[in-house]
């Protein structure tokens, strides 16, 4: 198979058009305005200066810029492989839950050895092994169902959701396992480097990494051929329902790592504390920009996505406003970026 044979990679920032010689400046406006993140990062950037010009004593600070990056970390990284995911087409509405299964396994496995407080990395990387296995194995019973059984991604992706969540109360008697490495907690969980948390140094690099891969690499031309066009894929050459596959186990090992995160964030399973997880996974990644139709994403605009959220949260905290408006807040501009998504595409039609 020759990479010649892809099809090309929709491109996000245009509409595919060439630009005149020498645009005007509404030209370059209007063009930049047409990209799939720039109008959501104007909107993270007025909410930054908002909260700053009403609060400028405590949300500008290192505390709460730090507070922020730290709490959006394990959403940022199960957002990249959903990210993914939505690329071909798809969604995966499982990974909140196969996060919390993820982070259980890796917690009873740690816990089986004996009280695993005192213990060391031999010990955590070993939980770190069954936590990647764990969500690695969803995701691959995600993808053989979507591809090979060619049910609906919504409806195996539901199914599993439910599953993955009563197999972690059954596995866990639905009680929080509260007992895990203590190093796992204080350097993972709540160490930094410098001033930076090893937390939002992992995510970084998980979005780093995944960034290059969508941009950069044939299995990311492959996902964006696949949600461009599934049968033009196929004649391609590409073999879609491997490819669909692999997303989808990809989707799945980074929630097993969310878990694991998430595991020594909280020093505790947190059963009861994932509900909406997949929810807020799903709305960063349209928020930044990636088409529920497919073939168009970014993962920067999937990271400016998670941060919308965070920042609200912080915010609202801040000012003395309910922090139940958050929600209120991230639906309508869920909303909108699915509007303005359908408007570029009607535009793009025409």
Known sequence: MTEDKVPPNPADDTNGSQAPAEPSEGALWRRLMRTNTAWIFLVLILLVAFFSV??????????????????AAVLLIIAVGETFVIITGGID?????????????????????????????????????????????????????????KVPPLIVTLG?????????????????????????GSVVGAGKFYAVPWLVIIAALVAAVGAIVLRMTRFGRYTFGVGSNEEAARRAGINVDRHLIKVYALSGLLAGFGGFLALAYFTTTTISGHANDNLNAIAAVVIGGTSLTGGIGTVVGTTIGVFIPAILASGFIIIGLQSFWQNVAVGAVLIAAVFIDQLRRRSRER
């Open 54 to 71: 009403l609060k400028p004593n405590n949300f500008p600070t290192e505390f709460n810029t730090r507070a922020i990056a730290t709490n």
């Open 93 to 149: 509405l499982s990974v909140g839950y196969v996060l919390l299964f993820s982070g259980v396994t890796a917690a009873q496995t740690m816990n089986a050895f004996g009280n695993p407080t005192d213990r060391g990395w031999d010990l955590i990387l070993l939980g770190l092994l069954v936590a990647l296995v764990s969500g690695l194995a969803w995701g691959t019973v995600n993808g053989v169902l979507v591809a090979k059984a």
């Open 160 to 184: 599993t959701l439910g599953m993955a969540w009563g197999m972690a109360q059954i596995l866990s008697n639905g009680q929080d396992i509260r007992y895990i490495p203590s190093l796992l």
